[in-house]
């Protein structure tokens, strides 16, 4: 007779699970032996049970062999399901016999370890609980915002991640020798989703986007996961309504999807049902008297950095939209804004609580003359954007976009102190290993 299948961890919970035999397999999380009995905790995917195992049952030569399995080793239990008010979630297995799949090295992660440390076994450190709540959320969130935009026909598309025009400032693009060309690893994918807008009018893409910036601050990743979302025929309004109006839904199907992931990380799902559309608005000259007000040495034309958009939002529950940038720190793409050409067409989201910018957003310029002028400010060679100029040659209508960076906005969501909280494998100007 062959063994019965294996049941998830889940299955010794079910509520008519008392009593029978149950067959399951996983990691070790921790596990003590006193006076002949073996009490190991077991995970899977699906959550932990008791397992507890006597030596009188299993014999001396497989209980030994259990009782040397290390921290994350692996094993394969036969057992009964008892109630046990003493055991975690009220029930253990009773093992009648247990296989060592692999007894593993002793695990080399504690909680007290430097920082550093942890991030050189980061490949281990990722099976923590935190961590596992985390990347789940992340999946439900990205599976969130995809629905919201397949549900407002925006159509998902693939562009390339390799170019050779880099779009939002050569300084900070990683270059690479492409054949002996220049190359570099996408910024944006904007101009390309730009040029898929005329057959589709609504598209979108989640790629990778990479900024060599050398900033080491607590939101900047050099390499982090891009929605970016491109709409014709849209102005800035209906653009902020689109953004708010995704945000709220993803917020809400996340809240309602990982309750118990969220509290394990110490968010409370109903802070997040709480999210409400529409989010404020202020537009950036009012920004600049507000922070001149509280002190900041800002004028009319000054960069909103880390220190500026944090005092914007600190003492806040609520997202806000900071609209109409002063022309020349914005992207070359942007829209001027019609009877004020020191502005464009551009809004900036900046999280609640201090968490800055989360969605850059605009309207896109569509008068060639203009654009070419404002790509050769940039020390950008026209030339090599020749198509996407030519976009404004054939079937130019009104549109506009954003970009949302993922690892942002799960920041937020989770309340990490640093983005790389929200990323397996985080790269930062000091680090691209493991
Ligand atoms: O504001 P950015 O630079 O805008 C663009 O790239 C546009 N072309 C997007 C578009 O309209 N299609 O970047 C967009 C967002 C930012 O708001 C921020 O959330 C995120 O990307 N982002 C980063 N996230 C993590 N680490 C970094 N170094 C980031 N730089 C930008
Ligand atoms: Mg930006």
């Known amino acids: 007779m062959s063994p019965p299948p294996f049941s998830t961890i889940a299955g010794a919970f079910a509520a008519d699970a008392s009593g029978r035999e149950l067959r399951v397999r996983g990691w070790v999380q921790r596990s003590r032996s006193s006076g002949g009995i073996l009490f190991v905790l077991l995970r899977d995917r699906t959550g932990t049970v008791q397992v507890t195992a006597k030596r009188d049952t299993l014999g001396d030569a497989a209980f030994d062999a259990a009782e040397h399995v290390q921290v994350e080793g692996v094993v394969e239990v036969d057992g009964t399901v008892a109630a046990d008010p003493r055991a975690p979630g009220g029930r253990e297995l009773r093992a009648r016999s247990v296989r060592v799949v692999d007894a593993g090295l002793p695990f080399p992660i504690f909680q007290e370890q430097t920082e550093e440390f942890r991030l050189d076994k980061r490949h281990l450190v990722i099976r923590s609980e935190e961590h596992v709540a985390t990347f789940r959320i992340k999946a439900d969130l990205l599976r969130a915002l995809r629905d919201f935009l397949d549900r407002e026909e925006v159509l998902e598309v693939t562009p390339p991640v390799l170019t050779g025009n880099p779009a939002e400032g050569g300084a900070e693009a990683f270059a690479i020798d492409y054949f002996g060309r220049p190359g570099y690893l996408s910024q944006t994918a904007q101009l390309y989703l730009e040029a898929m807008l005329s057959p589709h009018e609504r598209v979108y893409a989640l790629t990778p986007s990479f900024r060599a910036e050398k900033s080491r601050t607590p939101r900047h990743l050099t390499e982090y996961q891009h929605l970016e979302v491109e709409l014709a025929w849209t102005d800035l309004g ?47 000259a009012a920004a600049v008297d507000r922070l001149a007000a509280a002190g900041f040495p800002v004028s009319f034309g000054s960069d909103l950095g880390t220190a500026e958009e944090r005092a914007l939002t600190l003492e806040s529950a609520e997202f806000l939209f900071v609209t109409r940038y002063p022309k020349e720190r914005k992207a070359f793409y942007m829209l001027e804004t019609p009877g004020d050409p020191r502005t464009v067409e551009a809004t900036d989201l900046l999280g609640p609580e201090g968490y800055g910018e989360i969605v850059g957003a605009s309207c896109r310029e569509t008068d060639l003359d203009r654009l070419t002028r404002r790509l050769a400010e940039t020390g950008a060679d026209p030339a090599e954007y020749d198509w996407y100029l030519d976009l404004r040659r054939h079937g130019n209508v009104p549109h506009a976009g954003f970009g949302l960076g993922v690892e942002r906005l799960l920041r937020w969501m989770l309340r990490r102190e640093h983005i790389r909280e929200t990323t397996p494998f985080p790269r930062t100007p000091s680090r691209h290993t493991p």
């Open 238 to 284: 209906e653009l902020m309504s689109f953004i708010e109006r995704m945000l709220v839904d993803a917020a809400h199907a996340v809240a309602r999807k990982r309750p118990a992931e969220l509290k394990l990380l110490g968010r409370s799902p109903d802070e997040l049902e709480r999210l409400s559309a529409p989010f404020p608005r202020l537009s950036y």
